[in-house]
């Protein structure tokens, strides 16, 4: 059964932390996404990686960074954590040049910044 | 670029009633079309996709969705829905000539009541 594993399914940070989120994926996928989702904007993508070391911004990268060391591991980073990254993210992988297949999903993690 | 519209932020009915999902996207270059469900406290999974030919196209669990390509839209049905296609669906496309970054709706929440 393939799985994205997200490290954390709940997390309560302080304002101004620097928050790692964790994702890993046992698929041997290329390519890997970090999206955003909040109520009544749906997802929304920060950044994602076609392969490792690799990355590139998505439609929301303010305030975010990631991190590719290994194919099956992408890190999503808060710099200084802010109540405005208050939501839900979502990490995803797919498998590279096949925009027709499907992409799966981890289970999500809240972050509640305080 | 790409945009997916989901009218219906929410969409409650009736056990045993059918609904239907209203999707339209805009987009410059074709693409793939795909409905995205996700349950209570879970990450998204797909339920269907649309690639090429037959424009109906069908889930297992009872779901249907037609590609309308006059009108760009993608609206997902189902004749008779179950107290357990309460969810959240979204609606994607991505472009058929490469990558595989997804764009998606913001969402219609069903649910579904006794």
């Known amino acids: 059964d393939v799985k994205v594993t997200q490290s954390s399914r709940y997390l309560v940070k302080r304002t101004g932390e620097k928050v790692f989120l964790e994702c890993v994926q046992d698929?041997?996928?290329?390519?890997m996404f970090w999206y955003r989702q909040d109520p009544g904007l749906g997802l929304r993508l920060i950044y994602f990686s076609y392969d490792v070391k690799m990355k590139e911004k998505g439609d929301i990268p303010e305030g975010y960074s990631v991190s590719r060391e290994k194919k099956e591991r992408f890190s999503l980073i808060l710099e200084s954590a802010s109540t405005n990254q208050t939501s839900m993210y979502l990490c995803a992988s797919h498998v590279s040049g096949t925009p027709n297949t499907e992409a799966f999903f981890g289970q999500g993690t809240r972050l509640t910044v305080v | 670029a790409q945009s997916v519209t989901q009218l219906d932020s929410q969409v409650p009915v009736f056990e045993e009633a059918p609904v239907e999902l209203r999707c339209n996207y805009s987009?410059?270059?074709?693409?793939?079309l795909f409905w995205y469900v996700q349950y209570p406290n879970q990450g998204l999974q797909l339920l269907l996709k649309?690639?090429?030919?037959?424009?109906l196209v069908e889930s297992i669990n009872g779901f249907e969705a037609e590609f309308n390509k006059s009108q760009t839209s993608f609206h997902l049905r189902k004749p008779s829905v179950h107290i357990s296609d309460t969810a959240e669906y979204f609606c994607a496309v991505t472009r058929t000539g490469g990558g595989n970054k997804l764009t998606f709706g913001t969402g219609t929440q069903l649910k579904v009541e006794l």
């Open positions: 987009s410059s270059v074709s693409v793939y």
């Open positions: 698929m041997d996928h290329e390519n």
């Open positions: 649309y690639l090429s030919g037959s424009t």
